[in-house]
C-alpha cells in the first residue's frame, strides 16, 4: 500500500506541478500584455522642427509601439518662461526644446533631470555640444543641432576672389560698393543683435564670463580689448550708413533675400529661405578683427531636448530624446531644418564647409543664470554704440546689469 500511495502521491504532485507551470506562463504572457501606454508631451517651434519631432514620433513608435509621441507648439524662446508655469502645475512636457544658454536657469529652478547616458552622449556629440550642456559637472539633456554663424554672400554681386577676409577689407568694399550701387548695400546685419556683435569683444582671447563661460562676477564685456573691438565696431556705419531700428533681423533678411545687399551676417537657418528666394550664393567663415588673420569668434549655440523633472515617463522620455540623436535622425532633421547635426555625420550640403570651418573659431555661449539678464543688456548697447554713443559707456552699464556682484 505505501508504494501505491507513494506512486499516487508522485503523480498528483506531477500533475500539480504541470498546472503550476501552465499557470505561471499564463500569468507571464498575462503580464507581458500589459504593456503600459505612454503618450510623451514635445514641445518645439515650428517651421521645421515642429515636422521633425512628428516624423521623429512616427519613427520612433515603430519600435516603441506603447509609445506614442504628441507634438505641441511652443517656440523656443518661450520655453523657458512656460515649463516653469505649466511644469509644477502638471500640464508640462515629457521633453522639450532649448537653446543650452539657459542651461543655468533651468537647473536652477529644478526644471530638467540630469541625461541618463552622459557618456554614451559625449562618445557620439560634437564636443562644443557636450561642453554647452555640462553645468556644474552634471550633463543635463540630448544636443540635436549645432549652430554658428557665418558669412553670406550674393555670387550675383560679389566674385569669390572679391570676398574679405578682414572686417577692414569688409568695410572697403562696402564703402565701394554702395557708392556704384544706388539703393543696394555692400554688406548687413542685425547690428542690435549681441548675438551677431559679441564678435566684436573677441580680440585677444576675450571671452563673456571668462574662458570657460563661468565667471559670473567679470563678464569681461567692458574689458579694454572688448571696448576697441567695438569701437571699431562703431566706425562701420560709415560702410552701412543706416540706423540701428531699421537694421532688425527681419530686415536685413529680406534685404539678403530681395538681392539688395552683397554680403550678410547670418546662420544656417536662412538657408532654405534665400534658396526658395532663388539666390545664388555662398557661405564663407567670418572676416578677421583688426590685427588678427583667423576669422573672428562667434557665439555657437547647442540646440537641445530637455526632459522635464515633471514628467510622469522619464525613462520613456530620456529613450525618445536620445533616439533625436541617432544618425538616421540627425540626418532628418538637417534635411528638414538645415541646422547643422550635433554629431559627426554627413550631409549633403554646399554651405556647410563654411559654417563648419566658422564652428572651429566659435565658442559656446555661457549658460550660468546672469545670461537671462546679457541678450537685452547688450541688445541695447549694440544699438546706442552704433547710434553714437559712448562706448565705454554703454558697455559698462551693460557690464553692471550683467554681473553678480
Excluded at 572686417?167 to 542690435?192: C, I, Q, R, S, T
Excluded at 520613456?316 to 554629431?343: G, H, V, Y
Amino acid at each position: 500500500m505505501f508504494k501505491g500511495f507513494a506512486t499516487a502521491t508522485m503523480i498528483a504532485a506531477a500533475g500539480l506541478m504541470v498546472m503550476s507551470c501552465g499557470k505561471g506562463k499564463e500569468e507571464v504572457s498575462s503580464s507581458a500584455a500589459k504593456v503600459e501606454n505612454v503618450t510623451l508631451t514635445v514641445w518645439e517651434s515650428t517651421n521645421g522642427p515642429d515636422e521633425f519631432i512628428k516624423q521623429a514620433g512616427a519613427k520612433f513608435h515603430e519600435t516603441h509601439p506603447n509609445v506614442d509621441i504628441k507634438y505641441v507648439n511652443v517656440e523656443l524662446g518661450d520655453a523657458i518662461g512656460q515649463i516653469a508655469l505649466d511644469g509644477p502645475a502638471g500640464k508640462g512636457p515629457d521633453v522639450f526644446a532649448a537653446p543650452h544658454d539657459r542651461l543655468g536657469t533651468l537647473v536652477s529652478g529644478g526644471h530638467v533631470l540630469p541625461t541618463s547616458n552622459p557618456d554614451e552622449v559625449r562618445a557620439h556629440a560634437l564636443g562644443a555640444c557636450s561642453t554647452a550642456l555640462t553645468y556644474g559637472g552634471t550633463m543635463y539633456g540630448y544636443p540635436v543641432s549645432a549652430e554658428t554663424y557665418a558669412m553670406f554672400y550674393n555670387k550675383a554681386l560679389i566674385s569669390e576672389d572679391e570676398l574679405p577676409k578682414t572686417w577692414e577689407d569688409l568695410a572697403a568694399f562696402a564703402k565701394k560698393f554702395n557708392e556704384n550701387n544706388p539703393g543696394k548695400y555692400g554688406f548687413v546685419m542685425d547690428v542690435g543683435n549681441s548675438y551677431y556683435t559679441i564678435i566684436f569683444t573677441t580680440a585677444d582671447g576675450n571671452r563673456l564670463y571668462g574662458a570657460d563661460g563661468t565667471d559670473s562676477k567679470h563678464s569681461n564685456i567692458n574689458s579694454p580689448a572688448a571696448v576697441k573691438g567695438m569701437e571699431f565696431f562703431q566706425s562701420l556705419r560709415d560702410a552701412l550708413p543706416v540706423p540701428a531700428a531699421d537694421l532688425e533681423t527681419a530686415t536685413v533678411d529680406a534685404a539678403f533675400q530681395s538681392g539688395t545687399a552683397a554680403i550678410h551676417i547670418t546662420g544656417l537657418w536662412n538657408v532654405v529661405p534665400f534658396e526658395k528666394a532663388g539666390i545664388d550664393f555662398g557661405v564663407a567663415p567670418l572676416p578677421s578683427l583688426p590685427g588678427d588673420t583667423k576669422p573672428a569668434a562667434s557665439f555657437s549655440g547647442t540646440r537641445a531636448m530637455f526632459v522635464s523633472a515633471y514628467s510622469d515617463h522619464p525613462e520613456e522620455a530620456n529613450e525618445f530624446a536620445k533616439f533625436l540623436m541617432s544618425d538616421e535622425m540627425q540626418i532628418l532633421r538637417f534635411n528638414l531644418t538645415k541646422a547643422a547635426p550635433s554629431l559627426k555625420v554627413k550631409v549633403d550640403s554646399p554651405y556647410m564647409t563654411g559654417f563648419i570651418t566658422q564652428l572651429d573659431f566659435a565658442f559656446p555661449m555661457p549658460s550660468i543664470p546672469e545670461m537671462g539678464t546679457y541678450w537685452e543688456a547688450m541688445n541695447n548697447a549694440s544699438k546706442n554704440i552704433w547710434n553714437g554713443a559712448d562706448v565705454k559707456a554703454e558697455l559698462d552699464a551693460c557690464d553692471a546689469a550683467i554681473t553678480s556682484k
